[in-house]
């Protein structure tokens, strides 16, 4: 079965830096679009970077230039680079994989930034 499995977040004051990683198995891991999503309380679920199989990223504007999406399929493994972290960047983060139409989501994350 697909299993997503998030490591990495915690609390950093503003500009700081953070790095997510997630493991992915049950699945053929260098045929997925991987992502990144985060949910803030209150607020819906939003996608904030994800990258193709073959490596191509793609950012919601408010991370572009601050947060890298990368992954290495010899280590089933996605990242989410996080600088200059702001505190409306404080969210819970989740890892993201499509199967047969399916979302399968990662423990989630908790990211907090001070101010």
């Known amino acids: 079965q697909v299993q997503l499995v998030q490591s990495g977040g915690g609390l950093v004051q503003a500009g700081g830096s953070l790095r997510l990683s997630c493991v992915g198995t049950g699945y053929i891991f260098s045929m997925k679009t991987m992502a990144w999503y985060r949910q803030a309380p209150g607020k819906q679920r939003e996608l904030v970077a994800a990258i193709a199989s073959g490596g191509t990223p793609t950012y919601v504007d408010s991370v572009k230039g601050r947060f890298t999406i990368s992954r290495d399929n010899g280590k089933n493994t996605v990242y989410l680079q996080m600088n200059s972290l702001k505190p409306e960047d404080t969210a819970v983060y989740y890892c993201?994989?499509?199967?047969?139409?399916?979302?399968?989501w990662g423990q989630g994350t908790q990211v907090t930034v001070s101010s």
């Open positions: 993201n994989v499509k199967r047969w139409d399916v979302d399968y």
